[in-house]
């Protein structure tokens, strides 16, 4: 059972020693699959809109209190591209200001191995969700320090099919 309800609020938000609200994100990712069921080498990943629709990214936001942050990165998965799966080994950490507020930020990813796409999701409703290549999804995403992760991933995935 997966809950349908986007958590909101700041009374829960982590923040690093210096102040920096610390964000979790995923890169949610799947090997192709062909029309006779098998599955290829070929990496796919799944990028998603911003709520305004401009912009497209990997989920992200806000490490609660509450929650590990293994949980925190499944569960902003979930809610903003309604995919489960299993969260891997952290791919690093970044520093970046947000352009819109101004605001210091320490940002966590992780690989999201999906193993399951939900018909319906929290933000299903302010979020479209799109599957591609990596080079496709290099190009669309906004943030560097995501693309510095897909790079990560991409090259630990290669390490591991030698």
């Known amino acids: 059972?997966?809950?349908?309800?986007s958590r909101t609020g700041r009374h829960l938000q982590r923040y690093d020693n210096l102040g920096?609200?610390?964000?979790?994100g995923c890169i949610p990712y799947r090997f192709k699959c062909s029309s006779d069921g098998t599955i290829s080498d070929e990496l796919e990943v799944l990028v998603i809109s911003s709520q305004k629709g401009q912009k497209m990214m990997f989920p992200k936001?806000?490490?609660e209190l509450d929650e590990s942050i293994e949980e925190a990165a499944l569960r902003e998965s979930i809610e903003e591209a309604g995919?489960?799966?299993?969260?891997?080994?952290?791919l690093g950490k970044?520093?970046?200001i947000s352009k819109s507020h101004g605001t210091f930020y320490e940002g966590y990813m992780f690989?999201?191995?999906v193993k399951e796409e939900l018909d319906f999701w929290p933000e299903q409703n302010v979020r479209q969700r799109t599957w591609?290549?990596?080079k496709e999804a290099r190009d669309v995403c906004q943030h560097w320090w995501m693309k510095e992760a897909l790079d990560i991933l991409v090259e630990r995935l290669a390490s591991l099919q030698q």
């Open 20 to 24: 920096r609200r610390q964000v979790v």
């Open 83 to 90: 995919v489960i799966g299993n969260v891997e080994c952290e």
């Open 1 to 5: 059972m997966v809950c349908l309800v």
């Open 132 to 134: 591609m290549n990596v």
């Open 94 to 96: 970044w520093y970046f």
């Open 111 to 113: 690989p999201l191995l």
């Open 61 to 63: 936001g806000g490490w």
